[in-house]
């Protein structure tokens, strides 16, 4: 089981420090650009790590893969529109939340047998994701339904993504997760393909970034320097914003390539509900940058959260 934990919590750690690169971009530029940066660079990783590890391409390891790369990909757009339009501090644990949920569920459906200090720190995690979550500096008062309803569509993408690549072969190495990323950053360059033409699919993809860029977030480029001048602000930062986003959003990628690649290793040995919970406390990381970075308070309550997500790390490694 110890194997298992330092997988998923790699996996997390990669994850929670991309997811907050990604959100941050994501409000400099659009949702989709950002996104499809995002698995481009993904992509490579995967490449990369299929060729060296390479796996056996049976049917239900191409169908697996496939079907979490079109969860996965749902996922991705409506996490970074709901990062973008709400409190990071608030949207990342509560998609975390939903995206342990579903695979929890599954696991107790299927029968799935661990030993009961497994299920309590899967108790404990679950609820430390909940706390991470608690923000008194962060107001919910404006908060869009559409935003919720992109977390919630996010978070159950995720945890089906998750639940369809631990139902392919152990034989399959890491043919899904590579047909997981490459399928998705197909249907991103497709979508942006067919956005340009379409009226309809025009306006779903302006819904994901209905939101005020937020002017909290800092500029990473020498306009915003306390010595340059207005003039040179005006006409150097956003140009220089714009390709700060676009330099996070690909770090962001290859962040989550590497990801991939643990949380896939990872459910090939272990439970999915285990795997799922550990990888999904990865807010820990996206908090603490946010508190860091963007200075969103992390409070009392946070911090008991990010305590009992370590002590559900040590459970499951005992166990």
């Keep these: 089981m110890l194997v298992i934990v330092v997988l998923a919590r790699g996996a997390a750690l990669l994850y929670g420090v991309a997811d907050f690169m990604g959100g941050v971009a994501a409000r400099r530029i659009p949702v ?49 529109a709901a990062l973008a339009a709400g409190p990071i501090s ?8 939903l995206s342990s949920a579903v695979p929890v569920v599954v696991a107790l ?31 919910t008062r404006g908060l869009r339904a559409r935003t919720l309803v992109f977390a919630l569509i996010s978070g159950v993408g995720f945890g089906f993504a998750t639940v ?15 047909l997981d990323t490459t399928v998705g950053f197909v249907l991103l360059v497709g979508l942006a393909g067919l956005a340009r033409t379409t009226p309809a699919l025009q306006r779903v993809v302006a819904m994901l970034d ?3 860029p937020d002017e909290s977030v800092p500029h990473l480029d020498a306009a915003s320097a306390p010595g340059a001048s207005r003039l040179a602000r005006e006409r150097i930062e956003p140009v220089g914003a714009r390709r700060s986003a ?19 290793v990872a459910l090939h040995a272990g439970s999915v509900a285990v795997v799922a919970v550990l990888v999904n406390l990865y807010p820990v990381a996206t908090v603490l940058l946010a508190w ?20 559900a790390s040590v459970m499951l490694g005992l166990a």
Excluded at 292 to 306: C, D, F, P, S, Y
């Design 210 to 212: 209905a939101h005020v």
């Design 32 to 80: 989709l650009v950002a996104s499809t940066i995002n698995y481009a660079l993904a992509s490579v990783v995967l490449i990369v790590a299929v060729i060296a590890v390479g796996g056996v391409w049976s049917t239900p390891a191409i169908v697996g893969g496939a079907v979490a790369g079109v969860l996965a990909a749902v996922g991705f757009l409506t996490f970074f």
């Design 90 to 97: 608030l949207m990342t644990p509560l998609i975390a939340l």
């Design 164 to 178: 369809a690549l631990d139902a392919v072969p152990a034989d399959a190495g890491l043919v899904p997760v590579f």
């Design 246 to 264: 676009r330099v996070l959003a690909a770090a962001a990628g290859l962040l989550i390539g590497g990801g991939n690649v643990l949380l896939m």
């Design 109 to 139: 459906v299927l029968g799935d047998r661990l030993e009961p200090i497994a299920w309590i720190a899967i108790g404990v995690a679950i609820v430390g994701s909940v706390l991470i979550g608690v923000e008194r500096r962060v107001s």
């Design 292 to 311: 860091i970075v963007l200075r969103e308070r992390v409070n009392a309550v946070q911090g008991t959260g990010i305590v009992l997500a370590v002590a």
